[in-house]
Structures are given as C-alpha cells and as structure tokens.
C-alpha cells in the first residue's frame, strides 16, 4: 500500500487470529460468484471453498462480518453452522481428508472494505463506482474469507453487475455472460494462492489500454470514460517499471495480467492488490499535472508488491517492512533509472532527515516491530535495504533477494529468513548490520550520512545548505553559481529558497538569474517562497503564469492577484480555462479570486458562486469538495444547501477529508454561522449516530 504522505497508517497489526487452524486445515480454492447491487449497497454470493484437512480438528473457521448464510453444504450434504457476526464455522469431528467441499450462499451490506461511490449528479443518470480495500479493513466484510494473510488460496471471481459498466478483479477475464435484460456476469481466474486482504473487485465507467511488458505480460491500464488525454502522462514508463523489477529481482511477475485502476474517494494512494492495483484518481494526470504529481512513484511502489508482499508475505505483522520497506527501496531504484541519480540521492536525504528527526527526539523505531509507524516501515527500511546493498554489494543483494523471493513464493518468510539468504549469498555476517538497522530504535545517522556523502551532488547540496546562516555577501556568489546553467532542480530550489530570506530588493539580480534558468522546481521555488513581489521584478514573475506546472501556476495566480490589485482581471483572464489538477486546485482558486474581484460583473459572479457551491455536493470527488469548502469558508459564503453538503461530508468515509468537514462545520457552529433551522438539522444527524 503506499499512503498519501499526510496519512499516518495504524490499521492492521491484528492478524494472527486463528494461527491455530492453519495447522488443521488449509484451504485451497474459492471459487466465489458474488452479486453487487451498488444501488443498495449490498453484496451477496454462492461460494464454494476446497480444502484439506491436515490432522483432525473439531472446528473448521472462516472469516465473515455480519453476514447471513444459508444453504450450507460440505460435500453436498446440508451442514450445520454457526456464526457470531465475526466468524462462521462448522463444527465436528474432523478427520484429516483432501478435497472437502464447503458451499453456502450469503448475503452482506458492507460498512466497510468494499465502498460505495454515488457519483450521480442531480437530474443525471445513476453513476456508480464500487471498489474495494482489504489491507486493514478486511475483505471478510464482503467475502467469507480469512483475515490471517498466511492463509493463502486461489480466489477466482466471478461478478454479477450492471451491464452498462465495467467490472474488474484480479486474475484474468475468462468470460462475460448477460443475465437477464441488465445484468451480466464477468469471470476470472487466476492461477495462483493468494492472501485475502489482496482480493480486490472496482466496477464503474472504466474504459482501458492495454499494452504489453517485454516478457508479455498484459498491462491493463484503466481510466474514466473521457479521460483519454490523461492516460500516456499518467502511465509514462509502465512497461519499464515491468522489465526493471522482473530483471532487478531476477523472478518473473508472478501473475497472468496486471491491472491499474483510477478510482474516486480511495482511501490511500495506492493498493497493491494481487495483478490489479487500485489508486487515487488524483493521480490521473495530463502532461502538466506530470511535473508536480505523476503517478510514477506510486505505479512503482505498488508493482514492487507483487513481489514484496503478494508472492513473498510477511508471516506476522512485526515484519511487515518486508513488504514496505522493499517496495518503497525497489521504487526508488526504478525512480534513479527514470529521474537520474540526483533524485535518489535527494530522495534518500529528505527521509534520513525525519527519521533522524524522530530518532533525536527520543521516537525512534525499530524496523522489526508490530507497531511501528509507516515512517518507519517505509522509509527506514528502504534505508536499511540502500545500507545492506552497499554492504554486499549488488550482485549478491540481487542473488540473495532472488534466493528469497523463490523459496517462499506464494508463502510466508520473515526477517530472519531474508537475513540468512542474504548471508548464503555475500558470504558476510549480517549481525552488526542486523543489530544496528533492524533491530535498534534509534536511526543510524552517521553511516547513512557517510553513505549519502558518496554522491557529488549530495555534496553541493550541503555545501550550499551549510550557506543558510550566512549574510547575502558572503554567499552571493555560491547562490549564483547554484542558479547559473545547466541548474539542478534542487540546487536551485534551495538557492531560491535562501533568497527568500533576504530583503528581495537587495537580491532582485539572483531572482531574475533564477527566473531565467527556465529551470521549472527553480522557478516553482519562487512561487512558493517570493510572496511580497518587488516592482523590478514583477513581468519575470507574470511569466510563472504559463509554467508547466499546476502548483507553480496556483501559486502565481494567488500572489499576482495580491499584489498587484490593478491587474487582477488581466491574470483571471490567463488562467479562465484551466481546471489544474483533478481536485481543480486552480479552478475553485479562480473562482474565489474572481468572486472577491471588484471588477467582475455580478453577473459573472452569480455563475462563480453557483459553480463553486456545486463542487460541494456529494457525487464530486472528496479533494475538489475540500477546496471548495475552504474557499466558501474564506470568502464567508456558506448557504444552507453548502452547510448540508458539509454536515454529508463530515461523515465521509474518508478519514482525512471526514476530519477536515467536521473541524470546519465546528468552526461555522462556533462563530454562529448557523441559522436555527441548520442547527437543528446538525443536532438530529449527530442524534442518528
Ligand atoms: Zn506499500
């Protein structure tokens, strides 16, 4: 899973619930034929499970939230069951046997794991999307399953949904079939056990491309009907990031198809679910959005997974940085090939700065533990893995990982298992380092500064970060040298971000060196950081209007629009047609700027106010609400209807955007923004709960 870096993830260390039964019984297949009724929100399936019994037992347990069962059947005889709303079992003697047969019929409305997205905007047609989340949120609360990961079966799906949409789940489509006048039946297999937090179904508007890695492996890339224009940006290198971990880990991709699908109101952003990774549809990016957030690195990360974590999973939830820290490691190695080795180098530096950071403040974490944070997880063992490959050298890192990932395929391993191909294959004793990176709390911040230092660039980098303190005349020249041709991307930032420190009237010829690097992060830096923009350099900066960058351009918008009241039209005019991001980043900016311009006619204003309000209702995508509401906010325009969406929002089952909505609907109660009748709408929906 790869999380948005705002998000800080406690879910899921509660695995290892019935460690018992794996022992007794092992299950083999499912083959489950599940109906969504997205409409009603409800799931309900005819599903058949083979196993063997291992030795004799008297208990045979499935994972099942609040389901109902009915026509229960081992081996085709009616059976009893029982169930407390967690789990359903069967009871009995037991003697060991291969092949057992288990059949029943359920039936769910879920309240979590699998979601609900009611994108229908008033007076349209019902638009739906349904997706699913396993890691942390239990696929047993739609699939009779099992929340231990080491329970590993072959799922094959089968999906009974609106005709006119499309459906997707892992392995590979076999067959679709009309079932009455509205429905149809799409059918996949796969070929291999997998855990059941990695069962995943999306259904919804999707239309594909499909491409083919070297090796041949189907690429499905999936994207929202309209959206064509955003597939070649946010797919750049898809088919490399195959070929590299197929060679880097030396193991073919282990499943038939992969499958990348862009959905509304996802969680995280990313799941690595087994050859069918579903991500945030902010992602989805035209060439501009490209610049400032492409979907490269979490594309990366996710693919890693299907190595680290769906072939190889972690036996128990303490060594759950074989999964993260791998992926985040092996994305970083595919990002060096794509960026270059600057962006590794920095990379690698910003997240030695936290975890330095935490480690100094006494919160450091070690790596093998259940209950670290993602920090730690993701980044210290990526650092770990960047450590042990300098160790060992990479040829028998790549050895010993190939070691690894062949022998417990479609397994579990631990850290120790890693650790002793690692020492089988370099032929070194890994105690130190295994004391040191995967077992101590504190951060090894000295060697990883040693490590860091072999790169040229890191030593500008600091040589130049070292400057900071210093008066502009003793550092002049080291800043424009930063900013002078060819520019690095960081070290231009950082130049201009020391600017930024002085009176900018004293340095404006190092901001128009800057401003004409044609160095896009330099030139973004300015906008972030140059916000009282002197006269002198005022057509410079009316030129990061046509950035290829949505940040850099939201940025300028709002500073050009402060400071200079007089032109205000004129940079509205510029940016009239440009939605920025899918969250409209510049879109809802505009709108508010224009709404709080005095030369705007009020009748335009009408249409603005009208247009922000709509991005607050509840079929919009949580991120572009998010903005809106803040404007509406700050531009104290709450209406009734915006005040109802807010209260709808505030029980989003997004974490994030639902904290977000009840802080700022806190806020309006607080100030007295709401009227009698709105009060007592918030009371009654707070008594619902
Ligand atoms: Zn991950």
Same mark, same amino acid.
């Given at each position: 899973m790869k999380l948005p870096v705002f998000f800080s993830f406690l879910g899921f260390? &509660? #695995?290892?619930?019935? %460690?018992?039964?794996s022992a007794a019984v092992d299950f083999t297949h499912l083959q489950a034929n599940v109906k969504i009724d997205p409409f009603k929100k409800a799931v309900s399936g005819d599903v058949v499970f083979t196993f063997d019994i291992l030795k004799a037992t008297d208990s045979i347990l499935i994972d099942a939230q609040k389901m109902h069962f009915s026509e229960v059947f081992l081996n085709d005889a009616p059976a009893e069951f029982g169930t407390d709303g967690k789990k359903f079992w069967l009871t009995g003697n037991f003697s060991p046997a291969k092949d057992q047969q288990l059949r029943l019929k359920y039936s769910a409305a879920p309240s979590q794991t699998m979601y609900f997205i009611?994108? &229908? #905007?008033?007076?349209? %047609?019902p638009d739906y999307q349904v997706w699913t989340q396993g890691?942390?949120?239990?696929?047993?609360?739609?699939?009779?399953?099992?929340?231990?990961?080491?329970?590993k079966l072959e799922f094959d799906l089968s999906v009974i949904y609106p005709s006119e949409e499309t459906v997707i789940a892992n392995g590979e489509l076999q067959k679709t079939e009309k079932i009455g006048d509205s429905l149809t039946r799409w059918q996949f297999d796969m070929e291999q056990p997998m855990s059941s937090y990695l069962v995943a179904i999306a259904a919804g508007d999707f239309e594909k491309e499909i491409r083919f890695s070297k090796n041949g492996i189907p690429l499905e890339l999936y994207f929202p009907a309209?959206?064509?224009?955003k597939v070649e940006p946010t797919y750049r290198h898809t088919e490399f990031l195959m070929d590299f971990f197929e060679e880097k880990t030396?193991?073919?991709?282990?499943?038939?198809i992969y499958k990348q699908i862009p959905v509304q109101?996802?969680?995280?952003?990313?799941m690595e679910n087994t050859g069918a990774t579903i991500y945030s549809d902010?992602?989805?990016?035209d060439s501009t959005g490209y610049q400032d957030q492409n979907y490269v690195n979490i594309n990366a990360h996710e693919l890693a997974h299907q190595w680290f974590g769906n072939l190889v999973t972690a036996a128990?939830?303490?060594?759950h940085w074989l999964q993260e820290g791998f992926s985040t490691y092996y994305a970083l190695l595919a990002e060096k090939e794509i960026f270059g080795e600057d962006y590794y180098y920095r990379k690698l530096f910003k997240t030695a700065e936290e975890l330095k950071q935490l480690s100094d403040q006494g919160k450091g974490m070690a790596?093998?533990?259940?209950?670290?944070n993602s920090l730690t997880y993701y980044q210290k063992g990526a650092w770990a893995l960047h450590i042990l490959q300098e160790l060992i050298g990479a040829e028998a890192f790549d050895a010993g990982v190939k070691n690894y990932l062949e022998k417990y395929e479609f397994a579990t391993a631990t850290t120790e298992d890693l650790l002793a191909e690692m020492e089988a294959a370099?032929?070194?004793?890994?105690s130190t380092f295994e004391k040191n990176w995967?077992?101590?709390?504190?951060?090894q911040g000295t060697e990883a500064f040693e490590s860091l230092k072999r790169s040229p660039f890191i030593q500008k980098y600091l040589e130049l970060a070292a400057a900071?303190?210093?008066p502009i005349s003793e550092k002049r020249e080291l800043l424009k040298q930063a900013l002078?041709?060819?520019?690095?991307d960081y070290l231009g930032q950082e130049a201009v971000l020391q600017l930024a420190?002085?009176?900018p009237a004293t340095v404006t010829d190092l901001y128009k060196k800057a401003f004409s690097s044609g160095n896009i992060f330099t030139r973004q830096a300015i906008a972030f950081s140059?916000?009282?923009?002197?006269q002198q350099l005022k057509g410079q900066y009316e030129?990061?209007?046509?950035?290829?960058s949505y940040l850099t351009q939201e940025s300028a918008l709002y500073n050009l629009w402060m400071n200079f009241p007089g032109d205000r039209p004129k940079y509205l005019k510029q940016l009239e047609n440009v939605d920025g991001f899918n969250s409209k980043n510049i879109r809802t900016l505009w709108l508010a700027l224009s709404l709080a311009?005095?030369?705007?006619?009020a009748e335009s204003k009408k249409n603005y106010i009208t247009e922000l309000e709509a991005?607050?209702?509840?079929?919009?995508?949580f991120q572009v609400r998010e903005n809106a509401f803040g404007y509406l906010y700050q531009l104290n325009a709450f209406s009734s209807e915006t005040i109802y969406n807010l209260m709808e929002a505030a029980r989003h089952h997004n974490y994030r955007f639902r904290e977000f909505s009840k802080q700022l609907l806190k806020t309006l109660v607080d100030s007295g923004q709401l009227t009698a009748e709105e009060q007592d709408t918030l009371q009654k929906r707070l008594d619902e709960k």
């Open positions: 260390l &509660t #695995a290892g619930m019935h %460690a018992q039964q009611n994108k &229908t #905007a008033l007076g349209k %047609a890691q942390g949120r239990y696929t047993s609360h739609w699939l009779p399953s099992f929340d231990e990961p080491g329970e309209g959206m064509e224009h030396g193991v073919a991709y282990p499943w038939e109101d996802f969680l995280y952003a990313g902010l992602f989805l990016v128990s939830p303490e060594h790596l093998v533990s259940k209950n670290a370099s032929g070194i004793d890994l995967l077992r101590q709390s504190a951060f900071k303190p210093l002078s041709f060819p520019v690095n420190l002085e009176d140059l916000q009282q923009i002197p030129t990061l209007l046509k950035d290829e311009t005095p030369e705007v006619s991005y607050t209702a509840p079929h919009q995508k």
